[in-house]
């Protein structure tokens, strides 16, 4: 068993700049735990590719997390949540958390009429992980999923309060509409940034459970049970991480303007150098481009 | 220098399915010519990433094409092609055309007004690739360029005569209609399949250019210039052959759908392992995922 240093950082990762929404939760809830973020921007997105795919894509990265130290792994990412938190949960000596339980849980404890709707990427929402967990806790719950495969290129493209985002929203959520669900889980980092075009659509008595801030509450719960929780003072002390795949610089200001903390510098890491080829050996610490 | 057999296939690569609008022409055009495909469907899309890491994964691709025995490689990835066409092409011995070039000279000779717009993803339209290649050929020619990134989106979840499609190109193309061009290069693999929405938006006056098809006369050129055409009969003799990094059935299906063949199978390998981190070495063929 890996000896455990409660002043370690926490790792948190994603395709790319989505799961920033669960790093700004774990630092307004949790704010004096240390951050090692990283965003996997040479490969992204993950929503439309494969489990086999993605389960080796994090693996690589929980590698390069734990050559950094952190003391627990939060993969803030719905789709690899989903494909390979599984697996990678009882392959490697550290807690990993994703970002599904802790919203699926707090779905099922609100919703009155048991018609809960899930939207997400395809890889998510084909997963059908949502419904899986949530027939668990109780099996009378219906689950509706709705993949928006649209609203990731339109929160990027910052068009967030335009009637084009309200009319695909309008075709995507009509469905659930539909069928009358009185809880929707935002499945996708990036979704929050689009809430208020998503709260028009469903209006108000649709209840919108946003899995980022129940994820950073479910590992503040996991930190304290463990006693692992930082006695620090946080990024005065230690500056929150962050690391990326490619294009340093964009994710730098994209992460400014929706964290509140000053991110200074993002350093690009070579990832792929993580690469399991040679079991056992492990690159020392992040690598060099090629 | 490496003995070239005329009679091998040529190696033609994109970020996904996009290059199946150049492998196509490639079929129609030169119907006795034998083709590799690759998607590098684990890591696309490649409009929005950097230079660096597209030419990194260009070299992958064409040392993984090269080990298929090409004779000569078409890079069907605008990205790619204004990325990594110059590094690459010095630092292969096998001939390598890109999809730039043909449209540009094309776009050059029948523009009439000197005013030429290109619409394509981030990375190509910032790269001012093809201006620079314009001003080459005339200097008094104005370039005006203008990035579309819902376009490939759009075209993917297949809503190719939608009025949000409609709308999202208004927006995107009005301000090259104001600016007055009278051609307009499709600088996408993508944007042929949205060619009839760009039409109605831009009407009959002005001139659209599609490099997939100029692409496919520039490489009967270059293969006719060298005395390397194939003397076989096609496809009867030797099967198109499609390789993936990721989601092999998708892409199975999509091809299908858009090319004038029956595709039986599509493999997916491991990109990653033609990585160049021992210069010299070459794995032996297509790897195993991991």
């Not at 939207?119 to 059908?128: A, L, R």
């Not at 099996?139 to 493209?157: D, H, N």
């Not at 129940?214 to 719960?221: K, S, Y």
């Not at 000053?262 to 610490?285: A, C, F, H, Q, S």
């Amino acid at each position: 068993m890996r000896k455990t240093d409660r002043n370690a950082p926490v790792g948190v990762f994603d395709s790319g700049v989505g799961g920033l929404t669960v790093a700004r939760e774990i630092m307004r809830n949790l704010p004096s735990e240390k951050i090692v973020y990283f965003g996997d921007t040479a490969r992204l997105p993950y929503g439309s590719k494969s489990k086999e795919t993605i389960t080796r894509y994090s693996r690589q990265i929980i590698r390069f997390l734990m050559a950094q130290q952190v003391k627990a792994i939060v993969i803030a990412c719905n789709t690899a949540s989903a494909f390979a938190l599984d697996e990678v949960r009882h392959e490697f000596d550290i807690p990993i958390l994703g970002v599904i339980q802790a919203g699926v849980e707090v779905a099922a404890a609100e919703t009155r009429n048991k018609r809960i709707g899930v939207i997400g990427t395809e890889g998510t929402v084909g997963s059908g992980i949502h419904a899986s967990y949530i027939k668990k806790i109780d099996p009378s719950i219906t689950v509706i999923g709705k993949a928006c495969p649209l609203f990731v290129p339109l929160a990027e493209e910052g068009w967030v309060h335009d009637p084009v985002t309200t009319e695909v929203a309008r075709r995507y959520l009509e469905p659930l509409k539909e069928q009358e669900i009185d809880t929707l889980i935002l499945g996708c980092t990036h979704y929050p940034l689009l809430r208020s075009t998503i709260r028009e659509v469903m209006g108000d008595e649709v209840r919108l459970v946003n899995p980022a801030y129940e994820t950073a509450v479910q590992l503040g719960r996991l930190l304290e049970e463990n006693d692992y929780t930082c006695e620090g003072t946080g990024p005065e002390e230690f500056p929150y991480r962050f690391y990326v795949s490619d294009l340093a610089d964009k994710f730098n200001s994209f992460a400014n303007s929706i964290l509140p903390y000053d991110v200074e510098m993002t350093r690009k890491i070579d990832i792929e150098k993580y690469r399991n080829d040679r079991p056992g050996t492990l690159p020392e610490g992040p690598g060099q481009a090629e």
